[in-house]
Structures are given as structure tokens and as C-alpha cells.
């Protein structure tokens, strides 16, 4: 369902073909690929030895099925996402034909054998859960509740269903949409490609902030760890519990959003010719199979074990999960394969079989959504290799198929689950159980139920510290506001790690600072324990003590990443008083290493509009030495580039902006910095040219654009996604030349290129071909980057892009880094090639053809600096250039300033010769 990289492309790759041999796609005997009966497509399955597969369901019980869930007596819900890509133009997409239906096994044989229709006239269903209040389903750009009066998911009423709020309702693609509603263990509903986490308490939404997680499918282990992923790899996922850094205004750190599987390699048992963009090198081996996932998808977690969906490979990959300190890391198992070598989990040569989801069932058992279908790749991103490909194969017809497949252990017989009827012992007992949706769905009920002594019986399993019993009924107790001091300190002391740590989450709000102490020196040695233990603080970090606490902490762990982002989000509106303590007791080389300094001084300015509160931190910052003030002001100045950031309004002008410091190495930052505030009588604008009213309303159409397009993988701060795609924000490739960023957009970019000294060896295609991407649209977008997240670039106009299309005309595929470095670039500098003067003095500046404005006199000659779009400076002699334009944007002359000093313009008065 996912592209490979960026954004869409639709390359005309045959005028590439004609002139260079046939890509490897197009080489390769790709074997037909009818649609198979159930039966038939069984025969098609490659299984470890000693494992087994059986259809649960198949079409016409259902059809495109992408989510499922099972309610408490075992029966299965799929969400049928029916109206996508009914053809490879996704007619009729937002068609409302989708549903969500209740599949039952009545005879007790493992095999769904009813179909209830629940909820329909749907566009596009993408998630479904069973909640104590009734079922939700996830219907973008709708979240909807079918409300269940008894609380028993038998009397589900979708007739009277009501909307809770909202529910993937990004723009964009399909593919690129909250989509999961995945039932935590503290109670909270997670979902993937979402900023936010949900609770539902007497058909009452409630949301709040959470870290922005992964692409397509979401899953979480014992640990209370989540797991995610991106098309492009495998798994990544949280090292430890996010929300003290949410909570701080954070959205990355350490250990948050990494990448867990390193070796994503997959193994299919066929080739894989009909994937997106397969005529690019290194999207398929010279087998045919695919090289790397370019469609991971859904995945599912018990104990140590994972498994990943990939569509495009046909096949599903087995991850064995390990523990390395705080990290955790992943070894992806294949198997051998006398026809390939070796092969996935579980593959198959049906090109038509697409697992989209995998579930741990009730049975413990694999559940596998299959979908289905030859195409698989979303319309907004399908190339017109791909649509070309499946509509000779035949691979767009037939819709409206789909699998549900069982994989079990040869020697386990299928053992239905019901804990329906179960009474309350029976719950408390299936919190021990092997099968992690037994236990987490007891875990559900019991938070309703209404039985004398449950508490005390909760408590006692707390108190007795077994795993993994103990820690559901933390839980339990915390989910129905029952969990007391008492038991949570009790289990925080516990001698198993597991249960402490989550006690220190679930039992936070009930510590006092005094109990903080007496904790800390319990579990020394581990992390994550620590980590947790540190978030504590931050309802306590106005007691100087504990403030005291925190930097002896910091001090003796200064180098360890984690511990130190955790003590920076537990200093939260403390941070100033956290800074002027710690001066003194913090080092110039502890701040390079680390810029602890820098990141309090950005957690402080992003979560405050106070400007009293921001003029005691300038205060702080003119007190520091050189070294401490520069990490402040960088801190503030990254403060800027957020989207929306407003400037925090003092009551008047600081000194350090009205008397800057006397060191000049302290000015870049301070300027930067500067942006940050502002005060009643400012006249100074933020360091940019201001836009015209025409060019924002491009710059506006160009941010619409890149919400749609673009934000999906390079995320809405341009800060990027994981292991997804690079970061915009202050990259070179976006802040330094506009020719090398629109030949970028325009025709896509492949590596490996360096980004912030990370180096990417992914694909990007190009907008081009794109109907809606005119000049228009195109010089928007490239404003947008220019000025988004704090950069001050120029702004781009429509002439601009069609020339450069007309310069590029018959490019095809993506460019090199090589060959955008070979790009000329700052061609604008052409506006300001010519000669300036007034009476016997004359400057002439002229572009040197490839990057620099050079001034030339009869005295001195060299390349400028450019500091703006239309400032300049020449470090030889100290001189500042800004060249002056009038209304229409014409350069009508150039200031020339020394020092602080008012400055001279001299006219343009001619073209510069040769």
C-alpha cells in the first residue's frame, strides 16, 4: 500500500529505454499471476517446517480486508477498505462502499463461517477496535463509536453510532493516515501515524499529545514498549515511554522513533517485478526478487518475537527482539530455500498474496490480512511503469478479494477463546497467561467490572510482584482510578525490574518529592528504571532540593544520552532556575558534547509566551561566559524555525539586543536568537525580504502542496520521519540553492547524499509530471521550504521554475548528488551583476557563473558572503552590501555600511562588462 520514498512520479521511462538497455524488470520471465482460489493459494505458501497455514475467512465472507479485532468471546471485526484502487486510477476512491463486518466461527472449527455487516457506507474504513463502551472504527475523516448498552460487544448498535471526533484526517494519500486504534497497556489507545493518544470513558473522547509515530501498523510488547515502522524499514520503536519528553514539548530524543531492525533485506520466493519504480537501480536484485521493503507494513509483538507485513515482497518477516541495555535491537531470521537460497517467514509465489496487518490472536496464534489484489500501490504515488505493467498482466482485476490466514505450530490444535462470560477469578487468572491478547483483553474487562473485593484483589497480585500478572493489575487498578500510593510504591520497590518500572509511570501523579528521594537510589544501574524514575520529578521541580537532586544526577551521568534527555523534560518550566543553579557546576566541554545547555534554553522558550519569564532568561544568558551564552542563544534561535512559533513579546527592548555583546563571535547567534522576540515599537521584521502579496499567496499554495505531498515523510516541521526520509530544516540541499532544490522537486533525487552528516542511500521521485505541480504551485513550494521552520531564503517566482523546467526538459531519472553539485547555483546573483556608482566611485559586482557575487575595484576584488537574498558582506574589508529594489523587484541600486554606520547607496548605472 506505500511508496518507496518522497512523493509521487510518473516517469516517461520509455524515452530512457530506447536509448540504453532494457531495465532489469522488463528482463526478467515474470510468471502469470492468476487469481487463485483459496485452496489453490495454500499450495503457493512457503512455511517454516513445523509450523502450519489455513484460511480463516476468504471472499465473499470478506472483502479488502486492511484491520481486524476480536471482542471478548472471539469473534473477528475487519475493517473492508472496498472502494481502494478499484482500478490503477483510483476511480471512485471516495466511494462510500467500505465496511466494517463481524466474522463468527459457530460450529467451533477454527473457520469463520458468518458474516454480520455492522457498520457500511464507509470511504475507506482503516481501523477498528473493541473498547468496554462498544466498537470504535476509524473512518478518515471520522472516528466513530457503535455503542454497546450492556458493555458486551454482542449488543453493538452501529444504527445509533456516534462520532467521537476525528480520525485520519490528514490530507494526502491513503497510505499516509492515522490508521491502528492499538489497545495499550496503560489503558491509552495508540495508533500510527499520529501525534496524539486517545481514551474513551462513558462514550467521552479524550486525547492528548503523544510522539508522532510511524507509517502503517503499530504493536507493543510486554514492556509497555511501542513498536512502528516506515515502508522503507522493517520496525523501529520506542525505548522507553515517551510522554515525559511529550509532555515537555519535545517530539524527538534519544532512544524515541529508532530505527530497531538494521538488516531489512527481504527474501522472497518469487520475483517481484510489479513493484513501484522497479526500473530504478537497487529497488530489485538481479534475481528480480526485492532488494529492500519498500511496503512494510502492519506487525505484531509477543514476548520476544515479532512479525512484520511486506505486500510488496509477498511475505512476512520474522524479527527476533533483544534487549541491550536500553536499546533494543532486532535479528532478522530467515530460513533456508532450496529454490532461492533463503526466504522469509512465510512467502509465497502468488504475486496476488498481500499480508497489509498481522495479529497474536485469541489463540495465540498468526493472523494475516491478506488483501488480496495485484496492485497494492496507492494511485497518488503509482508510477506509470507500474500502471502499464499491471494492466498488461491483468493485475488490476479483479477487486473486491481477500484472506484471512491462521499460522500455528504443527502440534497445536486450535483452542478457542471466550472470556465473555467469564466471572472475575477467571479474569484475574487470565492476566497470567501466556497469550498476550488474554491477558490484555482481561485486563479491559476488569477495569467495568463492579464486583465487591476486586481492588483488594488487584492489589493483592500488585503486592505478590509475579510477571506478567502483577503489571496488568497495576494497570487495572490505575484504569479505574483505584490505584493507591500505598500499592504503587509497594511495587516500585518490588524486586522485578519489569513491575517497577511500570509503577513509576501508572503510580507518577500519586508520588510526593519526599518519596522521589527515597526512590532514588533503587535500581541504580538500570536505565530505563532511571529514565522513569527522572520524569517523576517534573511535578516536584519547583522544590530547589529536588532541582538539586536532578543536577547531581545529571552531573554523574552527563554522557549518558537518555538519562539526560529525561532530565531535561522533567526540568519543564523550571528551567531557568535549572540553568542559573547548574552554572558554575557545567563546563564549556560538557556543553559541546552534549548542548544540554542549548536544549533547556529550547524547551523553555517553546513552552513559554511570558515575556517577563523570557527577559530573566536574557538576563541569565548576559551574566554566562561566552561559551554558555552562545548554547543560549542557539537554543532560542532553534526555537524559531517551529511551525507556527510566534515571537515572544517582552515589555521592552533587551539590552543584548540594543548593546550587543563586545564579543563579535557572539553576534551570529545573538541574531539568530533575535528572532525569537520582539517588544512594543519594534520596527525590525524577521531576517527575511518581506513577500508580496502574490508571492504569498504562492508560498501558501506551495504549503498546502508539501502538507499534502510532502509531510508525510519529511514531517510537518521538516524535521523528517524516522528512517523514512532526511530532515529539511537547515539542510543544505534546501537552505543554500534553489537550483539544485527545484531540479530536487522537480525530478526526484537519488543517493547516497549526506543530509546534516547522515548519510541517506534512499529515492526520491520528482513532481514533474504531477498535473497539479505548474510553476505556480512549484515556485509556492520551494518559497514555503525558504521560509518555513526559521529560514530567512528568497522567495521564488514562477519564471524562475519554467525556466529552469525549459533547461531540464527530457530529464527522466532522479539526480545524483554528483550532478546537482555540478549544478551553477545563486543564479540570481545575475539581478545584481552591474556597475554602481555615483560621480568619480564605482563598484561593479558580477556573478562568477557558478555560485559567488564577486565585487571588483581598481583596489580590491574578491567573493562576497551572502548573509540574506539581498545582503552581502566582504570580510576583508568589513563592508556590507544590500542591494535596493523597487516595487516590482527590479535592483535599482546598492548600500554600502561599515560598521554600524547608516551606510551610502550608489544608483545602478550600468550592465558589468564581460
Not at 547 to 553: E, I, K, S
Request: with cysteine; proline share 6%; hydrophobic share 40%.
Amino acid at each position: 500500500m506505500r511508496r518507496l520514498a518522497l512523493v509521487p512520479l510518473c516517469l516517461a521511462a520509455v524515452a530512457v529505454f530506447a536509448q540504453e538497455e532494457a531495465p532489469l524488470y522488463l528482463r526478467i520471465d515474470t510468471p502469470p499471476a492468476p487469481v487463485l482460489d483459496p485452496g489453490a493459494a495454500l499450495e503457493t505458501f512457503r512455511l517454516v517446517p513445523g509450523y502450519r497455514i489455513e484460511a480463516v475467512a476468504h471472499e465473499p465472507l470478506v472483502e479488502d480486508p486492511v484491520a481486524l479485532t476480536w471482542d471478548a468471546a472471539g469473534r473477528m471485526y475487519v475493517a473492508e477498505m472496498r472502494g481502494f484502487m478499484q482500478d490503477t486510477y483510483g476511480t471512485d476512491e471516495d466511494a462510500p462502499i467500505g465496511s466494517v463486518v463481524r466474522l463468527s466461527d459457530t460450529d467451533g472449527d477454527g473457520r469463520m463461517d458468518r458474516r454480520e455487516v455492522l457498520l457500511d457506507g464507509l470511504v475507506l474504513p482503516r481501523a477498528v477496535a473493541i473498547v468496554n463502551e462498544g466498537m470504535l472504527v476509524g473512518e478518515p475523516p471520522n472516528l466513530w463509536l457503535c455503542p454497546s448498552a450492556s458493555g458486551l460487544a454482542a449488543d453493538i448498535d452501529c444504527a445509533h453510532k456516534q462520532r467521537l471526533g476525528s480520525y485520519g484526517d490528514q490530507p494526502g494519500s491513503v497510505e499516509h493516515a492515522e490508521n491502528g486504534l492499538l489497545a495499550g497497556l496503560d489503558n491509552w489507545l495508540y495508533s500510527a501515524k499520529s501525534a496524539r493518544r486517545l481514551k474513551i470513558s462513558e462514550g467521552v473522547l479524550t486525547e492528548e499529545p503523544t510522539l508522532f509515530r510511524g507509517q502503517w501498523g503499530i504493536a507493543q510488547d510486554d514492556a509497555g514498549r511501542l513498536f512502528y515502522n516506515t515502508n522503507s524499514n522493517l520496525l523501529s520503536g520506542d525505548y522507553y515511554d515517551a510522554q515525559n519528553v511529550v509532555r515537555a514539548g519535545a517530539g524527538r530524543a534519544p532512544g524515541l522513533n529508532a530505527r530497531i531492525s538494521a538488516d531489512d533485506a527481504m527474501y522472497a520466493v518469487r520475483v517481484n517485478t510489479g513493484v513501484n519504480r522497479a526500473y530504478l537501480p537497487g529497488v530489485l536484485r538481479e534475481d528480480g526478487r526485492l532488494d529492500q521493503p519498500t511496503s512494510a507494513s502492519g506487525m505484531d509483538v509477543q514476548g520476544d518475537i515479532a512479525f512484520v507485513a511486506e505486500p510488496a515482497a509477498n511475505a512476512v518477516a520474522h524479527l527476533e527482539l533483544s534487549e541491550d541495555g536500553l536499546a533494543v535491537t532486532a535479528r532478522h531470521v530467515r530460513y533456508p530455500d532450496e529454490t532461492w537460497g533463503q526466504r522469509e517467514f512465510l512467502a509465497s509465489t502468488d504475486e496476488r498474496f498481500r499480508p497489509v496487518n498481522v495479529y497474536f490472536g485469541p489463540d495465540g496464534a498468526l493472523y494475516v490480512v491478506d488483501m488480496y489484489r495485484g496492485v497494492i500501490q496507492d494511485h497518488v504515488f503509482i508510477t506509470e511503469q507500474l500502471r502499464e505493467q499491471a494492466k498488461a498482466r491483468g493485475l488490476d482485476r479483479p477487486p473486491g478479494l481477500g484472506r484471512i490466514w491462521r499460522v500455528s505450530r504443527v502440534e497445536e490444535s486450535f483452542q478457542p477463546a471466550s472470556l465473555e462470560d467469564a466471572d472475575v477469578q477467571e479474569l484475574l487468572d487470565r492476566l497470567a497467561s501466556e497469550i498476550a491478547w488474554q491477558r490484555r483483553t482481561a485486563q479491559r474487562l476488569l477495569l467495568v467490572r463492579t464486583e465487591d473485593g476486586i481492588e483488594r484483589r488487584l492489589r493483592a497480585l500488585v503486592r505478590a510482584a509475579e510477571m506478567p500478572q502483577s503489571v496488568h493489575a497495576l494497570w487495572a487498578l490505575a484504569g479505574r482510578d483505584t490505584l493507591d500510593r500505598r500499592t504503587a510504591l509497594a511495587a516500585v520497590r518490588s524486586a522485578s525490574l519489569p513491575l517497577a518500572r511500570q509503577a513509576l509511570i501508572a503510580g507518577a501523579p500519586l508520588f510526593n518529592r519526599r518519596d522521589v528521594a527515597a526512590l532514588a537510589e533503587l535500581h541504580s544501574e538500570d536505565t530505563r528504571f532511571q529514565m522513569e524514575l527522572i520524569a517523576v520529578l517534573a511535578p516536584h521541580n519547583a522544590h530547589a532540593a529536588v532541582r538539586r537532586l536532578a543536577q547531581n544526577t545529571l552531573l554523574e551521568h552527563w554522557q549518558d544520552d537518555a538519562r539526560r534527555t529525561a532530565l531535561v523534560a522533567a526540568m519543564r518550566g523550571q528551567e531557568q532556575a535549572f540553568l542559573a543553579e547548574l552554572s558554575g557546576r557545567w563546563s564549556a566541554e560538557q556543553e559541546a558534547a552534549s548542548q544540554l545547555v542549548r536544549t533547556l534554553v529550547h524547551q523553555h522558550v517553546r513552552n513559554t509566551s511570558d515575556g517577563a519569564l523570557a527577559a530573566g532568561l536574557l538576563n541569565l544568558a548576559a551574566t554566562q561566559p561566552v561559551w554558555m551564552q552562545r548554547a543560549m542563544f542557539e537554543g532560542a534561535a532553534e526555537v524559531t524555525r517551529a511551525e507556527g512559533f510566534e515571537r515572544i513579546v517582552l515589555q521592552e527592548a533587551h539590552t543584548l539586543f540594543t548593546t550587543p555583546p563586545a564579543d563579535e563571535t557572539l553576534w551570529p547567534a545573538l541574531a539568530r536568537a533575535r528572532k525569537a522576540f520582539t517588544w512594543p515599537g519594534d520596527t525590525l521584521a524577521a531576517d527575511a525580504v518581506p513577500l508580496s502579496p502574490a508571492q504569498r499567496a504562492r508560498m501558501e499554495d506551495g504549503r498546502r502542496y508539501y502538507t499534502a505531498r510532502c509531510a508525510t515523510c519529511h514531517g510537518a516541521d521538516g524535521e523528517g520521519i524516522g528512517a523514512l526520509a532526511p530532515p529539511l530544516v537547515n539542510s543544505p540541499w534546501v537552505t543554500e540553492a534553489p537550483e539544485r532544490l527545484a531540479r530536487i522537486v522537480l525530478h526526484g533525487l537519488q543517493g547516497p547524499i549526506e543530509v546534516l552528516g547522515q548519510t541517506w542511500n534512499g529515492v526520491m521521485p520528482g513532481h514533474a509530471l504531477m498535473p497539479e505541480f505548474d510553476d505556480q504551485v512549484a515556485s509556492g513550494l520551494l518559497t514555503y521550504l525558504n521560509r518555513a521552520w526559521g529560514h530567512s531564503g528568497r522567495a521564488i517566482d514562477p519564471p524562475f521554475m519554467a525556466a529552469l523546467r525549459q533547461m531540464t526538459h527530457g530529464r527522466a531519472l532522479p539526480w545524483t548528488a554528483d550532478e546537482l553539485m555540478a549544478v551553477p547555483v545563486n543564479t540570481h546573483f545575475t539581478a545584481y551583476s552591474g556597475r554602481y556608482g555615483g560621480g568619480p566611485f564605482e563598484l561593479t559586482f558580477v556573478y562568477d557563473g557558478q555560485s559567488a557575487l564577486e565585487i571588483r575595484t581598481g583596489l580590491f576584488s574578491g567573493p562576497l558572503e551572502a548573509r540574506a537574498p539581498d545582503r552581502f558582506y566582504f570580510a576583508p574589508r568589513g563592508m556590507h552590501f544590500d542591494f535596493v529594489r523597487d516595487d516590482v523587484g527590479g535592483v535599482q541600486g546598492v548600500t554600502i555600511r561599515s560598521g554600524d554606520d547608516v551606510g551610502n547607496t550608489l544608483p545602478r548605472i550600468g550592465d558589468a562588462d564581460g
